[in-house]
Structures are given as structure tokens and as C-alpha cells.
RNA sequence: GCGCCCGUAGCUCAGUUGGAUAGAGCGGCUGGCUUCGAACCAGUAGGUCGGGUGUUCGAAUCACUCCGGGCGCACCA
């Protein structure tokens, strides 16, 4: 495929500027800006010029002359002041993507984790949620594509301030046992408001409920105590409340086709004494200190020089141990990136939560050893954390800790895979009828807050998506029954909102507004499920006529593959769905989920303009039609394999 | 105050890590359905890449600076 016929080039290359010039340069390697330049561009003669200062055109026409001929490549030109395109041979490479070589799979380098979702389950999850979630399950996509072993974690901080608050609310403010939250958790009645919804309001509640009432702060540290003690009704209803909520966020990211491997939960890092063997190593190798002056006095911490980078004048230790013993979110949070690394001589017990229909089990930490064997968790040799880039300053503050134990190589390996927040345009807000303050109205964009219930909630907007895709099936297929239009719908609708939130790079801040995230015209989900969709139609049709695919290899020569590829419109479809590889490459190198879906986007746009273009079942010269029915093939496969990365399903019909 | 991010077409965003004439979608205007179904295609208008200085063969991209916007900088998570 293309990525192949880069790297063969650039050895030929490479190897030539050695020979002639007795230098060593990486060859990079561009597309060209117009297409009538050929397929691949190389700027080494401007890479060059320097050094041997010598006019980049001449250097570019000296190269040519001396790498004569490259396998695959047709010509080598060049262009401009300095350019060297290159024309491949039509009629070989599609001879090759006719018959692939097997791809040859990278050993294996270790496992990977990707901890991603991580939701307080104290609510409904909301949009700013699904960025994470979903960025973190496409990115494990890509990896697994690439043959990369990956686990993926969801870690639950089912023990803290957000649970508590929510604790608070039924305890304090409803005056709600125990048993009663958990009779609301078995309603049958369908039209009841889910409890994830019910916990959102309230969390909401209990928020302003501090604000007008100080003194109940209180409530919130009586609750926590009884939490970490782990007896008594309020750590009943903590737990209560925090599995059945983390039961929900599985089953709303379940909709968008996200599964995890295992959920670490923050109750057993407290009973299984994580943080104790991390708070022995960190002493033990001095990358903290007991602080005997000044605010922090009494404290464990670290010091600022360990995280903060030089000129930055900001001289604050960071607290790793309050003053009253209690350990801070960072403490715990080097002690599980630790154990992600297998660095800290402790593992959790687990059990398994739930089985997905396709069989994958969910393991979830739990303190009692169980008659179950496991899979064996963390141990990994690469770490990403997909985390919202606020938290940048914490993540910086953990992977110091690793470094200042001496896990340097971990540290690298350590990545804050960031991205910006889903914040609300002001559209957005009236569209919900919130209220703005005269200040907010005036910002471009509003941010989301669990605090004050400010936010669309996950489920609310997929729902809305599956309605509004389903009046499109119902309105094109009236005759097709009601249950295989839904499916259509969830799918376009899944499609449409996967899609939207990897469209965006990941440092650009999503101002969410629903006329464009319901939109399924123009660069969306449905554009390019719709494009999978009629290439898949061309073969069923031509089923549906009676006859079978031809077998390609062995009706379609090399000089008729290169005879067809005369054709500029034919050419250009076909390359770009050879490229389904090298845009995967790229995009990892990267780090960036977005490129897979714009390069999808753009097959798609090949595609759609083929498609017009050629009636390939129409056509008759029956060799054109071979090759044709050849490319629509491919085409597909390319598209669903793009597709499949980015966790989006090609639909029936549409 | 310090640190990080952003500023590109009317709007929302890309821009392959410094390369050729800066690209998409939406919106505007013109055309195209006799079913491989138009959730589509073709065409068109629209730009001082926030301003300035510099680095070099070459800058939207790098450096410095100014302007404008966002987010961090807790003994909260």
C-alpha cells in the first residue's frame, strides 16, 4: 500500500544522497499541491541546498539524473525551484493493491494502557464526558489496528466529594434511607426519571444547597468519614448510589459502542493500602519532604522545582499529605499511575461487573480475594491518560513523581493525552433555557458545570440524534418495519455523534451547539456512512441481478489495471483508498484522532464524486466494468476499515 | 503576577511539524434526480492567515513583541 511505497522511496532516496554526497538526511516526503504533479513530492534538494550550497534545482536535477530508476515509479521530475515529484506507475501499484503482500505485524512492544472516561459517578454523564470517551476509544482503536496490545481502564472515584455531595442530598435534604434509594433504582415504571437524572438534580441541588447554607458543609465531611470508615447508612447509600451510577455511564457509552477492560476503583486503593506503599517509596527515595514552616507546615510535599519548569517564578510546594495525615487526589494518584507501571508491588483483587453481548467481560476492582482467576491487569509498558487539558498541572505533578522515585523511562512513558473542554455556545443555552448572566452572554462560549447542572446530558442529546435520524429513514423507507428503522437510526445517529466530537483537533474547544452536532449534511458521520452505504449497493444490486462478483485477479491484468488508470478520476479514488494506512500512521504518530476521521471524510468526497461520475453497472464495456466493480470494492473495504476505527457503523441502507 | 492553549473566508474548523497558487464544511448565488436513491454532485463569489519585527533560498507554521480571547496556578477531585 502507500505507506510502503513511501518507505521504499525514501531508502532509494536516502541512499543515494549518501552515495553522492556523503550525507545522512531523513527524506521527507509531501503530497503535492496539485494533483497533476503527481503522486509524491520531495523537498530533499531544499534540505540540501545549504549545506552544499549549491541552487536546490540543480541539486534536485543532479539527484534524478543519478537514482535513475525506483521499482514502482514511473518518473521523477523536477518542478518549481527545487522540487522532486514523483509519478508512480499506475498499472503496478494497482497490481499490487490487487495482490497484497501480508502485512508483516510489528513485534510486540509491550502492553499499553489507555485509562479514559472517568466520570464521577455522582450523575448523568454529559457531552464534555463523551469528548473524553470517545477520543479515548478511538485512539484505542487506532492502536489495536496497528496490532498494539491495549488494555483500557475507566477509573472510579466512587469515595469522594462528588458521591458525598450526592449523599448529602438523599440523606440530608430528601430524607431518603437506604432502602428507599434503592427501591428508586428497581422501578419498573418506564416513564420513571432515570436515576442518573435523578442524581444530577440533586447533586445540583446539594451544591446550591452549600452555597445559601455553609454551616451543612458539615453534612459533606461527616459523610466522607463514614465513607473511608466504610461502615454506617451513608457509606451504604455511597455505595449504592456510586455503583448504580457507574452502571449507567456503562450503559450510555455502551450506546456509542465503548467498552472497557477493567474499572480500578478508588475504594480499593484506600483498603488495599496503595497509597501507603507508594507514601513508603516516595519517603524512602526523598521525592517528598515533611514541611515544618510557612502555610504548608505539617504537610508531606513535593517540592516545586520537581514539576515546575525553569523561569516559571511560581515557588508552591504541592501537597501531597495534608496536615491532618489524609492523602490528597495527586497522593493517590501517583500511587495508581504506579501500579499501571507494575512499580508498586501491590495489585487489586477483581471480579467481573458485566458481560457485553459480544462476550468481552468488565473486571472492576474489588478488596477480598475471589474464587475467579483474572486477567492479568496493569503491568504496562506505555501509559496514556485521557484527561482535559484544566488538568495539566496535576498530570505534570504525577509524572514528576514518578521521576523523582527514579522511574525515568516510565515518566516518558507516562502521556496526558490533553484535549480542550466542551464548553456550551451561547445559542446552546437559550436552546436549553438557561439563563446567562449578562457577563457570560458577552463570552464566546459558556463552560459546562456538574456543580450548577449546567450541561446537555449524554443521553438526553443521543436521543435527540435517534429521533431526528430516524424521521430521515422513515421518511426515505416508509415501507421498511418500524424496529430495522430504528437500528438504521441509532446507527446514523451513533455515526453522526462520534463524528462530530473527533472532527475537531484536540486542542480546539468545542462551543457544542445541537444545530450542527444534529446535523447529517456536509463533513458529518452520515456523509461518509452514506458513502459506505451506496458503494455496498452497487455489489448487492448486482446480486440482486443475478450475477457474481468477478474474480478479479484472475480477470484483470496489469496492463489493464494500467489501462483503466488512465483515467485521472478513477486514479485519484483509487489512491486515496490506498492511503487508508499511512493516514492510520500518521494519525498516531500524531496522536491525533481527528486526522483518521478527515481522511475518512475526504475518501468519502472520492468517493461520492466516482459515483456520479460512473455508472458502474451501467457501463458496458465489460473490462471497464470488471475494473470498475473492482474499485467500488476496494473502496468499500478501505471506507469500513476507516470506519471501524473510528468506532462508526456502516448501516444497512440509508 | 506566573504557566499553558487559541486567534486562518460571513460562521464552524483543517492545514501532513518550515515548502509550490492557503483548503474543507455550513451559509449565499447558478445548475443537475428517468432508482447503482439527491443524507449526493458540479460550478461560483468570499482571505492583509490578529498587528509588528526578526530568522532564511522559503513563514499561517519558528523566535521576539504588542493586541484580543480561553484555561490553569488549593491541605477540592
Not at 141 to 161: F, K, P, S
Not at 246 to 256: F, S
Not at 421 to 426: E, I, T, Y
Not at 538 to 549: A, H, N, S, V, Y
Amino acid at each position: 500500500m502507500f505507506h510502503l511505497q513511501e518507505k521504499q522511496i525514501q531508502t532509494v532516496v536516502r541512499e543515494c544522497v549518501r552515495v553522492r554526497y556523503n550525507v545522512e538526511v531523513d527524506i521527507a516526503i509531501e503530497q503535492p499541491k496539485q494533483s497533476s504533479f503527481g503522486e509524491l513530492a520531495l523537498p530533499v534538494a531544499f534540505q540540501l541546498a545549504k549545506s552544499l550550497k549549491q541552487a536546490p534545482k540543480k541539486i534536485a536535477a543532479d539527484l534524478v539524473a543519478a537514482i535513475g530508476t525506483i521499482p514502482g515509479v514511473s518518473g521523477l521530475e523536477v518542478a518549481g525551484n527545487g522540487y522532486i515529484n514523483v509519478r508512480l506507475d499506475r498499472s503496478t501499484y494497482g497490481y499490487s493493491l490487487l495482490h497484497p503482500e501480508p502485512e508483516t505485524t510489528a513485534g510486540d512492544t509491550g502492553k499499553t494502557i489507555v485509562e479514559h472516561t472517568n466520570i464521577n459517578p455522582n450523575k448523568a454523564a454529559h457531552i464534555g464526558h463523551l469528548r473524553n470517551a470517545v477520543l479515548g476509544d478511538t485512539f484505542v482503536r487506532m492502536l489495536r489496528a496497528l496490532g498494539h496490545r491495549v488494555e483500557v481502564q475507566n477509573y472510579i472515584d466512587n469515595t469522594g466529594v462528588q458521591v458525598a455531595d450526592v449523599v448529602v442530598g438523599f440523606h440530608y435534604l430528601e430524607r431518603q434511607t437506604p432502602a428507599q434509594v434503592a427501591q428508586l433504582l428497581q422501578s419498573d415504571d418506564p416513564d420513571a426519571r432515570p436515576f442518573d437524572y435523578i442524581c444530577w438534580d440533586l447533586y445540583a441541588r446539594t451544591s446550591q444547597y452549600y452555597k445559601d447554607n455553609p454551616e451543612a458543609l458539615k453534612w459533606r465531611a461527616e459523610t466522607l468519614h463514614s465513607i473511608e470508615a466504610g461502615h454506617g447508612e451513608l457509606a451504604e447509600m455511597a455505595h449504592l448510589v456510586a455503583d448504580a451510577i457507574v452502571n449507567a455511564h456503562l450503559a450510555t457509552m455502551l450506546r456509542l459502542n465503548i467498552q472497557y477492560d477493567v474499572l480500578p476503583r478508588e475504594s480499593e486503593i484506600l483498603h488495599l493500602q496503595f497509597w501507603a506503599a507508594a507514601f513508603a517509596l516516595l519517603k524512602e527515595r526523598k521525592a517528598i519532604y515533611f514541611e515544618n514552616e510557612g502555610k504548608n507546615s505539617g504537610c508531606w510535599v513535593m517540592p516545586s522545582s520537581a514539576f515546575r519548569g525553569e523561569g516559571d517564578a511560581n515557588e508552591d510546594s504541592k501537597v501531597i499529605v495534608r496536615s491532618n495525615g489524609t492523602v490528597t487526589y495527586v497522593g493517590k494518584d501517583i500511587a495508581y499511575q504506579l501500579w499501571k507501571f507494575g512499580l508498586l508491588g501491590k495489585d487489586f483483587h477483581y471480579k467481573p461487573l458485566i458481560r457485553y453481548t459480544d462476550g468481552h467481560e468488565v473486571w472492576v476492582s474489588i478488596a477480598e480475594p475471589q474464587p475467579r482467576p483474572a486477567p492479568e491487569f496493569g503491568k504496562a509498558a506505555r501509559v496514556y491518560n485521557v484527561i482535559d487539558t484544566r488538568q495539566s498541572y496535576l498530570q505534570d505533578v504525577v509524572v514528576a513523581g514518578l521521576r523523582a522515585l527514579g522511574f525515568e523511562d516510565q515518566a516518558q512513558r507516562s502521556v496526558h493525552f490533553s484535549y480542550e473542554m466542551v464548553a456550551l455556545s451561547p445559542r446552546c443555552c437559550a436552546d436549553l433555557g438557561i439563563e446567562l448572566s449578562v457577563e457570560d452572554a458577552r463570552r464566546p462560549y459558556v463552560e459546562v458545570s456538574g456543580r450548577k447542572g449546567l450541561g446537555v446530558k449524554a443521553d438526553d442529546l443521543m436521543d435527540k440524534l435517534v429521533e431526528s435520524a430516524l424521521h430521515e429513514v422513515a421518511s426515505r423507507h416508509p415501507e421498511d418495519n418500524p424496529a430495522a428503522q430504528r437500528a438504521v437510526a441509532v446507527e446514523i445517529a451513533m455515526g453522526a455523534l462520534r463524528y462530530f466530537l473527533l472532527k475537531f483537533t484536540r486542542n480546539t474547544v468545542i462551543a457544542f451547539d445541537f444545530q450542527e452536532a444534529l446535523s447529517f449534511e456536509g463533513e458529518t458521520g452520515p456523509y461518509v456512512q452514506y458513502a459506505a452505504v451506496r458503494a455496498g449497493r452497487i455489489l448487492k444490486k448486482l446480486e440482486e441481478r443475478g450475477e457474481t462478483l468477478p474474480d478479479f485477479r484472475a480477470e484483470l491484468s496489469p496492463e489493464a489495471i494500467g489501462r483503466q488508470l488512465e483515467n485521472e478520476d478513477c486514479w485519484q479514488v483509487l489512491l486515496a483508498a490506498s492511503k487508508a494506512g499511512a493516514a492510520l500512521e500518521r494519525a498516531v504518530t500524531a496522536g491525533e484522532p481527528a486526522h483518521v476521521a478527515r481522511y475518512a471524510f475526504q475518501l468519502a468526497q472520492e468517493f461520492s464524486n466516482f459515483y456520479q461520475r460512473f455508472k458502474v453497472l451501467d457501463e458496458p464495456d465489460r473490462g471497464r466494468r470488471t475494473f470498475l466493480l473492482w474499485m467500488t470494492e476496494f473502496f468499500a473495504l478501505q471506507l469500513q476499515r476507516t470506519l471501524a476505527i473510528l468506532g462508526i457503523a456502516v448501516p444497512a441502507y440509508m
